[in-house]
């Protein structure tokens, strides 16, 4: 009995989700960064809740970022790909590294982006080498100065990406600011 009414209910789901879901299908690569756990304490005992971090892109110049929080930790990892799968961003590369140095403060982090030479190679901590390889950046430099915060050094990252120019944006501002 309880077969046949779980067999009943999920076609449903399947068919709000497909229309939940009409972006178009892309290759997009999740990378789990951070899984936090909380509690809150009520007269019976606590409860957990988890939050989770989330990273995709298509390791082609677009990468986004997404923070979900739920009582399950799939359900905070789905929500948290669905964030970042919203918030995408293009990345400028030059080659397979960024075009100039960047640094970006966070809360109390601070990351600083350098571009490197080919066949250096990603050198980087845990939670930024998670965001860059997902954009497609192959060498670059970075160093994390302050806070440590995994969730802080991530939200970094993503500013100083979104901060970067190309010589070609930067002449056309150049140009507009003269005349």
């Known amino acids: 009995m309880a077969e046949s009414r779980r067999l009943l209910k999920e076609p449903a789901r399947e068919a709000s989700s497909s229309r939940r879901n009409s972006m178009p299908e892309t290759d997009l690569e999740e ?13 019976g005992g606590r409860r957990f809740r988890f939050g989770a971090l989330v990273a995709v892109g298509d390791r082609q ?11 399950e930790v799939t359900l905070a990892i789905q929500k948290a790909q669905n964030y970042a799968q919203r918030n995408l961003i293009e990345v400028p590369l030059q080659g397979g590294t960024i ?52 969730v802080n050094i991530a939200y970094a990252t993503m500013e100083a990406l979104k901060s970067l120019q190309t010589w070609d944006e930067v002449r056309k501002l150049r140009k507009a600011e003269v005349a």
């Open 31 to 43: 990378k789990t960064i951070v899984i936090r756990r909380t509690a809150k304490t009520y007269q």
């Open 99 to 150: 075009p100039h140095e960047i640094e970006v403060t966070w809360g109390s982090s601070k990351i600083l982006l350098r571009p490197a030479a080919p066949g250096t190679g990603v050198i980087a901590g845990a939670v930024p080498r998670a965001i860059l390889e997902l954009a497609g950046i192959t060498d670059i430099l970075t160093k994390e100065l302050g806070s440590r915060n995994p």
């Open 61 to 71: 110049g677009r990468v986004g970022l997404g923070l979900g929080k739920a009582k």
